[in-house]
Structures are given as structure tokens and as C-alpha cells.
């Protein structure tokens, strides 16, 4: 789907030849897309170079499950980005490379009315109580995307922008815990700890398939 997005909007944006720029420098868009909804601020450099910075909030609810375990999910992500746009043929086709950072964070929660295998031994529900746990994609997230911008390149003052590409996060790390429960005697307490920490390894293992996060945007722009 991106290599499609992307070569639409190469297409597109290389059919005309190099379009005039504009005499002011500066503007601001609203955006929204898979990084959420998000203001941005941009900064004509030089001729084929634009700066730009963001401020995305993204916030989803979903569910899903390991094994035996059901689990709700609160995905939250409140980023920031800056970025350097490449307009390598001198009209509204870029090239852009920057990087996201902030709160990159799913919360994750799991209450059971029956029994469940955690790890690979089966506990009753008093036994496990509820599960909470935060799987954390760091705080930095390179991007590299393609896109049309026409925002210095439009007689009016609005404009439009487009991009696809993709924000890689760092390797997930999960930190699990037990609340609520009845009481365990020790030896129950420290094999459900070693189970525990079973299922860590497999959300973490799960959660690598979403460390990187396909970015799919369109905004309008002001210019001043």
C-alpha cells in the first residue's frame, strides 16, 4: 500500500514541469492520519528545502490476546517531529527524513472469570487477579517518507500536503504486572512469577511486529 501511495504521489507531482515559488516563507496546516490528528509549522529554507514541525496525538482502544489471556489495550501516543523536506525536482514532490519523539505507549489490562494459562501453566482467576502492563517503543522514532507539498508552490494561500512513509521505533520492552488476587503461598507466588515473566516475552515478542509504524498523512496549509 505504501509503494502505491508513494509512486501516486511521485507521479503526480513530477508530470508538470518546476512550478514557482512563492515569496513568503512560512506557514501552518492541520494534519490527520495514522499518526493521528496533529498541527505542523513550516519553514521555507531555500528553494528546494522546507523545514517542518509537528505535534501529533494519537488514541486508540482494541483487544487482543496471548494464548489463554484477553487483554484491553489503550494506545496513546503523543509525539513531536521535526523534519527536513527535499524538493529534489523543484516543484511539490519531496523527499523527507526527521524523527518523532514523546510518549510512544500502549497500556494494557487483563481481568479473567475463568482460568487462564499464563506462560504455560493454568491459574484460576483469584490466583491471577488482573494483569497490567505498559509495552513502551522508546522515546525516538526516525521517519522516511515521500510526498506532495504545494503549500510555497500555489497561488493561494491554502495549500495541500501529502505524505506516506514510515516512523521506526526502538525494540518494545513490556513490564507486566499482578494487582488484586487472592493471596499465594510462596511456592504458587514464585512459579507464577517465572510464568509471569513468560508472558512478558511473548507480549514483548508481539509487540515487535508494531515497533514500526506505517505513516499515511494528508494536511491543509495556511501560508503567511
Known amino acids: 500500500m505504501l509503494r502505491s501511495l508513494s509512486l501516486a504521489l511521485l507521479l503526480a507531482a513530477s508530470a508538470g514541469a518546476a512550478s514557482a515559488q512563492t515569496s513568503e516563507r512560512f506557514a501552518v496546516g492541520v494534519t490527520a492520519g495514522t499518526t493521528g490528528f496533529g498541527v505542523e509549522g513550516q519553514f521555507r529554507a531555500a ?35 521535526g523534519f527536513v523536506d527535499v524538493h529534489p525536482f523543484d516543484n511539490s514532490f519531496f523527499v523527507s527524513g526527521g524523527v518523532y519523539t514523546g510518549d510512544r505507549s500502549v497500556e494494557v489490562n487483563a481481568t479473567s472469570n475463568m482460568s487462564a494459562e499464563i506462560g504455560n501453566v493454568v491459574f484460576t482467576p483469584q490466583q491471577i487477579g488482573t494483569l497490567t502492563g505498559t509495552v513502551d517503543f522508546g522515546g525516538t522514532a526516525p521517519f522516511l517518507g515521500v510526498g506532495y507539498n504545494n503549500t510555497f508552490r500555489t497561488n493561494g494561500r491554502i495549500g495541500f500536503k501529502a505524505v506516506v512513509g514510515a516512523a521506526f521505533g526502538e525494540d518494545p520492552s513490556v513490564d507486566l504486572r499482578r494487582t488484586g488476587g487472592e493471596p499465594l503461598p510462596a511456592f504458587i507466588q514464585t512459579q507464577f512469577d517465572r510464568e509471569l515473566r513468560n508472558e512478558e516475552a511473548e507480549l514483548q515478542q508481539d509487540a515487535e511486529d508494531l515497533k514500526t509504524l506505517p505513516v499515511v498523512q494528508v494536511g491543509l496549509t495556511y501560508r503567511f
Open 47 to 81: 528553494p528546494r528545502f522546507n523545514l517542518r514541525v509537528s505535534g501529533d496525538v494519537f488514541s486508540y482502544d482494541t483487544d487482543f490476546a496471548t494464548d489463554d489471556v484477553d487483554y484491553e489495550a489503550e494506545i496513546d501516543f503523543n509525539q513531536v517531529g
